[in-house]
């Protein structure tokens, strides 16, 4: 139903900043809510942070404070800030969206995904 691209990831050492973008295109009624994931060589994939159309925002309690989730007027766009990156943030991070109201960490709510960006941090 919609398309999602990552881009912004890179490598960076401990404490660095990077912000990733995710394009989306196709219906809005798909976007209704969107997230972050990531995934780490060995891990399972875990959420990030999520955004929906309620006032919730949740995060992973390992990035809170850390990183930032937006989605400027509900637009098509979706960014993460991430800052004082640490080398546990490495991982594959990817960008999902599907049109449930809510936000939600749980990966298996989303039905689109994209390719995923790399993020690497040295430390």
């Known amino acids: 139903h919609v398309q999602l691209v990552e881009s912004g990831g890179g490598s960076v050492q401990t404490g660095g900043s990077l912000t990733l973008s995710c394009a989306a295109s196709?219906?809005?009624?798909?976007?209704?809510?969107m997230g972050w994931f990531r995934q780490a060589p060995g891990k399972e994939r875990e959420g990030v942070a999520s955004?929906?159309?309620?006032?919730?925002?949740p995060y992973a309690d390992s990035v809170k404070g850390r990183f930032t989730i937006s989605r400027p007027n509900n637009g098509k766009t979706l960014y993460l800030q991430m800052n004082n990156l640490r080398p546990e943030d490495t991982a594959t991070y990817y960008c999902?969206?599907?049109?449930?109201?809510?936000?939600?960490?749980?990966?298996?709510?989303?039905?689109?995904w994209g390719q995923g960006t790399q993020v690497a941090v040295s430390s």
């Open positions: 955004i929906g159309q309620g006032s919730t925002t």
């Open positions: 999902a969206a599907d049109n449930g109201m809510f936000a939600t960490l749980k990966a298996s709510a989303y039905d689109s």
């Open positions: 196709g219906e809005s009624f798909y976007l209704q809510r």
